[in-house]
């Protein structure tokens, strides 16, 4: 059986799961939305467009940009094709005295390659920021608590058991 079928939407696609809450819309200025293959082996082609979403990670929260899209292409599967940016700004407290960081997180790709690359204002390296991220502290933050008493360094050992962070580690 031969499918060709054609989607058209009057309403936002939307998504929502424990990562991610977006609405979605079909961007088929170019090419329309469809459905293709057959009975046994089917793909999608055209292009979603983010209208708006929120993706979750750990206790971080990120607004994804407008502009990002997701892309079908292969007519023998469904294999997308994504480009999304997402911001968070990282606070510890209510205090604006404390420091604070904008986190952009851009994902690129396709399901064989996905890409991450993150940037922060201010500037942090790549390793800070995913520290930041999982455990809510940069390298030089967890030194100083390490150095610090021997509480302190139960206290790091124990949020980090919590935050599941020392499974991610050491697997």
Do not use: C, K, Y
Request: hydrophobic share 40%; charged share 25%; proline share 3%.
């Amino acid at each position: 059986v031969a499918i060709d079928l054609r989607v058209v939407a009057d309403a936002p696609l939307v998504v929502q799961n424990n990562l991610l809450d977006a609405e979605l819309s079909i961007d088929d200025a170019e090419h329309p939305f469809r459905v293709v293959g057959t009975d046994q082996r089917f793909g999608i082609l055209g292009r979603l467009g983010i209208d708006r979403g929120v993706a979750r990670f750990r206790s971080a929260t990120f607004d994804v940009q407008r502009g990002s899209f997701i892309r079908f292409t292969d007519e023998a599967r469904i294999d997308p094709e994504f480009d999304v940016r997402a911001t968070t700004t990282i606070r510890r407290s209510g205090d604006f005295s404390v420091p604070q960081w904008r986190i952009t997180l851009h994902a690129f790709g396709n399901s064989d390659s996905l890409r991450l690359e993150t940037q922060s204002d201010p500037d942090l390296s790549q390793e800070d920021i995913a520290l930041l991220l999982t455990i809510g502290m940069t390298r030089a933050e967890a030194q100083q608590l390490q150095t610090g008493s021997l509480g302190q360094t139960a206290a790091l050992e124990a949020l980090a058991t919590v935050t599941g962070v020392d499974r991610e580690v050491r697997n």
